[in-house]
């Protein structure tokens, strides 16, 4: 494996084994093509390193193991409990290589270390333990009748293509391991091209951890080549995606050519009210927090702060002040550093694209509103957190997904106008309130469309709870008991219990 593992050392100093090939069977390999893909740093664009990417016959080989691993006594016939222990084993050995993890993340990403480690790692351990539990509480129904028994089995899908985002990389992985093997459906998942790194030095702990060849198997490669041919193979029962509308739409049109179940988790503009009876201090905090936290890199991200119109002047005086003390832009490896840069020179493009079609629309930029040239080396991806104000609804900065540390604030009336502009979007993924009514707080909750609804917070999340969203924001859930109903289902068995013809 010489040739297909590197020992790399990171800006902070830590060093470690980098495994460079495509995981497949348990082991390291190269790609058919001879096709890599290359990690660069977004905060000096530097090259951190080359990894092998995957074609459609690498992803046959990834899902050939993966079938045969589905019918190997040594995960079919497996006590579920023993799933369990081996799901226990691995969240084990993440915790204690979180300091790696975390280290490639923030350099491959660009997120900052600490947010790395405090947040994605915590999530990505928690995550994969919550599953481990439901291993052995995974059962059907025993259903009497006249003469017969009928009763249900909880089976697993098959074979699953999961790929995933590069906003979270380890902790979005966990989400789709964690249900697909707590109910032993077998995996191949792709990470996203932009942050290959980690799932790679994740795969060296499945394989430790002690899962047969195959249940598990981790390939890097582009959307319209690897992607594609995951999405399309036909020994792939299931599709689990997490990323852009777009890209959801055409997995969809993809899995429907064999009728594969499919879960996407997609886009948002996620609405944020804030009441004139609110706790304005919790308010201005939280909806920072909603918005500029990971680069704004984030489905859920509240972009679309709404405000009554009572306090609207004090909220954007407190919201600007507290963009300008807390959003501190710097190296990733900066403690003090709230946000890092964005993930490509693609994503940074994009971002300041929309600040200047906010501009030219006639939006006010409150603050911010411009690319950062001055930190380190003068290189990398850094844009300045940016508040909009004086913006109108039919504005692209409004209506339009950015994905990046921007945020609209716009006025509102009356609590039916909040909901009703709150809902006035293609998308429905997460949704906030801020009110200490909280008659009013249920009220608006149960009125917006959104799959999550936060009341006086923002961006909570736990393994524990169902998280998707509705409209153009995703079909399915994940996490919590919802998460298992996407990996598992269900066989009704009739048993005859005297019934004669």
Known sequence: MSDLSVNLTAPNGRTYTQPLGLFINNEFVKSSSGQT??????????EIASVQAANAHDVDKAV????AALKNPSWKKMASSDRGILMNRLADLIEANKEIFATIDAWDNG???SEALNTDLVEAVGTIRYYAGWCDKIFGQTIPLPNKLAYTLRQPIGVVGQIIPWN??????????????????????KAAEQTPLSILVLGTLIKEAGFPPGVVNFINGYGKDAGAALVQHPLVDKVAFTGSTATAANIMKMAAATLKNITLETGGKSPLLVFDDADLEQAVKWSHLGIMSNQGQICTATSRIMVHKNIYNKFIERFVQEVKNTSKVGLQWDESTYQGPQVTKQQYDRVLSYIESGRASGATVATGGHAITNIGDGKGYFVAPTVFTNVKDDMSIWREEIFGPVV????????????QRANNTTYGLGAAVFTT???KAHRVASEIEAGMVWINSSQDCDPRVPFGGVKQSGIGRELGEAGLEAYSQIKAVHLNMGNRL
């Open 37 to 46: 893909i290359t990690s660069i740093d977004p905060a000096t664009e530097k």
């Open 64 to 67: 050939q193991a993966a079938y």
């Open 111 to 113: 997120k900052s270390y």
């Open 168 to 189: 979270y990389p380890l902790s979005m992985a966990s989400w789709k391991l964690g249900p697909a093997l707590a109910c032993g459906n077998t995996v191949v998942l």
């Open 408 to 419: 609209v604030v716009s006025e509102f009336g009356d609590e039916e106008e909040a909901i």
């Open 437 to 439: 009514d909280l008659e």
